[in-house]
C-alpha cells in the first residue's frame, strides 16, 4: 500500500527514525540515568527512586544474578510483579546483565504459569509474595533454579516498607502460606549484589530482551521474541511522534495499567524513562478510588490506559477532585475506545483520548492519531514512522481504501518471531517480513486505521459480519450502562446471532429498553437477539479488556449443561 499517510502527519514528523540513536535498551538505560541522575524516576505508594537510585540498585540485581544465581547471557528472568518499585530494578538488572526479561502476570492460575515456565525454560524468578504459593505448586515442573521473593513494602524504606508488609501479611491476609526450599529475599538479593560487580556484557540489537507471552486468551499463550532492536526501534517511533508535546525531565506519567504488559511496559516503562520523567506506578487501579486518592493531587502531565479504567474513573463520585491542570497527553490503547467514554473524558479532564493500536508482536504501538487532535476520531490513526501497512483479503490480496479486510504490518519493530514455535511463527510472518495481525480493519483517504474487530471474534448472522465493538460501543451510549460485552452464539435459523451481557449503571435499566435503544443505531441483522444483565463486573484480560471467549464459554457451558 502506498503510504498515503505520510501527506497527513502532523509538521516536523520524519516518515523513517533513526535507528542508530541507541543499540540496546542497555544504552538507552544508562544514557537516561547518567543525564538524569538526581530526578525520580519512579514512584510509589509516597516512594520515589531517582535515575542514579535506579542504575544502582539495578547493577546490584544484575549481579546477583550473574554472580550468585550463575546465569549467562541469554538465560531467561522470569518477572511476576505488579506495579511495585521492584519492578524497573528487576527489569533493568536482568537487561544489564545480558538476560532475557519473560513477564509473568501475578494472577496467573497454576496452569498458565506452569505452562509459561517451562515453554519460557526460565531459570530465574522474582515473584510477590502474595503469589509464591502458585509459584511453589508448579515449581517442581519447571527449570526454576532461582527464586526471589519480595513483600510490598520492601522498597518502601524504613519504617513504612515493616508496617506496610505487616498489614498485607497479618492484617489483610493477603500472603497465603508458601514455602520454596532455598528461596531468597529481596534484602537477602540487593546485599549479596551489592557485594558483587555486575559485569559488562555486550549486546547487539538481535539479542533477546523480551519473551513477551500472548495469545493466552485465545489458546495457548505463545512467547513473542522482541530483539533490543525491536524495543527501541518502537520507543525512538513513538518518540517521533509524541515528543513535540514534552519536555525532558518534567514529566510526570501515571502508570495504573500494569508493567508486565507490553503496552505499559513500551508506553510507559520504558517511553517516559527515554524522556527523563517520572512514572507514578499504581499497584492496584481497580481500586478506583484509592486510585483517585493517589492522583487527585499530583499535577501529573500524562496519563495511559484502556477504555474501561478510563470509564471506571468517569464513573467515580471523585472524580471531580482530580487536578487535571497540567494534563496535556491522555494514550489509550489495548482495547477500543468508545465514543461515549472519550466525549465525557474530553470533557470532564480538558483532553481528548489519543487512541493508537498495537499488537505484543509488534512491541508493541504500530498506529497512534496526531498529538494535536483536537477531538476523538473513531481511527487509531496513522501508521508510525518506518512503519508499512497492508489491507489483506483472505486469500492474501491486498485491498483498496475503504475495504475491510486483515491489518498486515511491517517494519524495526515487528518482532523476530515466537519462542520453540516455527509453525506459528510461519503462520503469523511472511518471508518478506509482513505479520498478520488477525484484527480486521481498513483504511481511509488519509490514511488513518480504523480496526473493526479481531478476526476471530467476528459474529457470522445469516452471512452477515457483525463486528462485536460496534455492537459493544451502541450499548456504552446508552446512559445507563456502564459495561458491556458482545459475542456470537449458535442459532439454528441464523447460524449465529448477537448475544449483549451489560452491567448497568443504572438499576431501573430493562433488557427492552436497551433493545430498543440498540435498534435506533443497529441494522437488524446487528441488534442483539438475547441480553444478559449482570451484577458483576464483566470477566476481563490484566489491562481491563472484555473477555470474550470468556463469555462464549460461560455461555456455551451454560447450554450444555443437562436440564433438570
Request: net charge negative; proline share 6%; hydrophobic share 45%.
Amino acid at each position: 500500500m502506498d503510504r498515503i499517510w505520510l501527506e497527513h502527519y502532523p509538521p516536523g514528523i520524519p516518515a523513517q527514525v533513526d535507528l542508530g540513536a541507541f543499540q540496546t535498551l542497555k544504552d538507552l538505560f544508562e544514557d537516561s540515568c547518567r543525564r538524569f541522575h538526581d530526578l525520580p524516576a519512579f514512584t510509589n505508594m509516597g516512594t520515589s527512586l531517582t535515575y542514579g537510585e535506579l542504575e544502582r540498585l539495578s547493577a546490584q540485581f544484575g549481579a546477583f544474578l550473574q554472580k550468585r544465581a550463575g546465569l549467562g547471557p541469554g538465560a531467561r528472568v522470569a518477572i511476576m510483579l505488579p506495579n511495585l518499585l521492584q519492578y524497573p530494578v528487576a527489569l533493568f538488572g536482568t537487561l544489564r546483565a545480558g538476560l532475557t526479561v519473560v513477564n509473568v502476570n501475578p494472577l496467573y492460575t497454576a496452569r498458565e504459569l506452569r505452562h509459561q515456565l517451562h515453554d519460557s525454560g526460565a531459570q530465574a524468578i522474582v515473584v510477590l509474595e502474595n503469589f509464591a504459593h502458585t509459584l511453589q505448586e508448579v515449581l517442581p515442573d519447571t527449570a526454576v533454579q532461582t527464586v526471589i521473593t519480595t513483600g510490598l513494602g520492601d522498597m518502601l524504606g524504613l519504617p513504612k516498607a515493616l508496617l506496610v508488609n505487616f498489614v498485607a501479611r497479618h492484617v489483610k491476609h493477603m500472603v497465603p502460606h508458601w514455602h520454596i526450599e532455598g528461596a531468597f529475599d529481596w534484602k537477602q538479593v540487593m546485599e549479596q549484589g551489592a557485594q558483587q560487580r555486575l559485569d559488562a556484557v555486550p549486546l547487539q540489537r538481535d539479542d533477546l530482551a523480551f519473551l513477551q507471552y500472548t495469545g493466552g486468551t485465545t489458546g495457548v499463550a505463545k512467547g513473542a521474541m522482541l530483539s533490543h532492536g525491536n524495543m527501541v526501534a518502537n520507543l525512538l517511533q513513538t518518540s517521533a511522534w509524541i515528543g513535540g508535546v514534552l519536555r525532558e525531565g518534567v514529566e510526570i506519567a501515571v502508570t495504573p495499567l500494569p508493567l508486565y504488559h507490553v503496552f505499559s511496559l513500551t508506553a510507559n516503562a520504558l517511553f517516559f524513562l527515554k524522556w527523563g520523567a517520572n512514572n507514578h506506578l499504581i499497584t492496584n487501579p481497580r481500586d478506583t478510588e484509592g486510585f483517585i486518592k493517589e492522583i487527585k493531587h499530583l499535577r501529573f502531565t500524562a496519563i495511559t490506559g484502556v477504555n474501561t479504567l478510563y470509564n471506571a474513573l468517569l464513573n467515580a463520585p471523585s472524580i471531580g477532585e482530580v487536578d487535571a491542570g497540567a494534563l496535556k497527553l491522555t494514550v489509550a490503547g489495548g482495547m477500543a475506545v468508545h465514543r461515549s467514554v472519550a466525549q465525557r473524558w474530553q470533557e470532564t479532564m480538558g483532553v481528548p483520548i489519543i487512541e493508537g493500536y498495537g499488537l505484543t508482536e509488534a512491541s508493541p504501538i504500530v498506529c497512534a492519531n496526531p498529538l494535536d487532535a483536537k477531538e476523538f476520531s473513531g481511527t487509531v490513526g496513522l501508521p508510525l514512522p518506518s512503519t508499512d501497512i497492508s489491507i489483506r483479503s483472505e486469500s492474501g490480496e491486498e485491498l483498496g481504501l475503504n475495504e475491510v479486510g486483515e491489518l498486515c504490518v511491517r517494519g524495526p519493530q515487528v518482532m523476530k518471531g515466537y519462542w520453540n514455535q516455527p509453525a506459528e511463527t510461519a503462520r503469523a510472518l511472511t518471508p518478506d517480513g509482513w505479520l498478520h495481525t488477525g484484527d480486521m480493519a481498513l483504511v481511509n483517504a488519509r490514511g488513518c486505521v480504523q480496526i473493526i474487530d479481531r478476526k476471530k471474534d467476528l459474529i457470522i448472522v445469516s452471512g452477515f459480519k457483525v463486528y462485536p465493538n460496534e455492537v459493544e460501543e451502541v450499548a456504552a451510549m446508552h446512559p445507563g450502562v456502564l459495561e458491556a460485552g458482545a459475542i456470537g452464539v449458535p442459532d439454528a435459523h441464523s447460524g449465529e446471532v448477537v448475544k449483549l451481557f451489560v452491567v448497568p449503571k443504572d438499576p431501573a435499566l430493562t433488557e427492552a429498553a436497551l433493545l430498543e435503544h440498540c435498534r435506533q443505531h443497529l441494522t437488524a441483522y446487528k441488534v442483539p437477539r438475547q441480553v444478559e444483565l449482570r451484577t458483576a463486573t464483566l470477566p476481563k484480560t490484566p489491562i481491563g479488556k472484555v473477555l470474550r471467549r470468556a463469555l462464549r464459554d460461560e455461555d456455551a457451558a451454560r447450554r450444555s449443561a443437562p436440564t433438570a
